[in-house]
């Protein structure tokens, strides 16, 4: 029987993963990501695989992740405490 690689992620969220940017080309013609893209991509496949979630919505659910960490951060900085602790 035949069998099928996995789907990649598509460049949209490569390139995000990267930090958003087309990263530089390499020397040999390669792209060189940061060392943070390994652990994004890590959570774009965890998203996928463990929500069943396609890669658009993913792209959704990672600005809204982005976007609550920045609330929570204000928060902390503001000195503004809740009784729940939280979700993440």
Do not use: K, M
Request: hydrophobic share 45%; charged share 15%.
């Amino acid at each position: 029987g035949a069998v099928c690689a996995p789907p990649l992620p598509p460049p949209a969220l490569v390139l995000r993963a990267g930090g958003g940017a087309p990263p530089p080309p390499h020397a040999a013609g390669g792209l060189v990501f940061g060392p943070t893209a390994p652990a994004a991509l890590a959570r774009v496949q965890r998203l996928r695989t463990g929500l069943c979630l396609n890669y658009a919505s993913i792209g959704l659910v990672l600005d809204l992740l982005d976007r609550i960490s920045l609330l929570e951060a204000a928060l902390r900085g503001r000195g503004t405490r809740s009784d729940t602790p939280p979700w993440t």
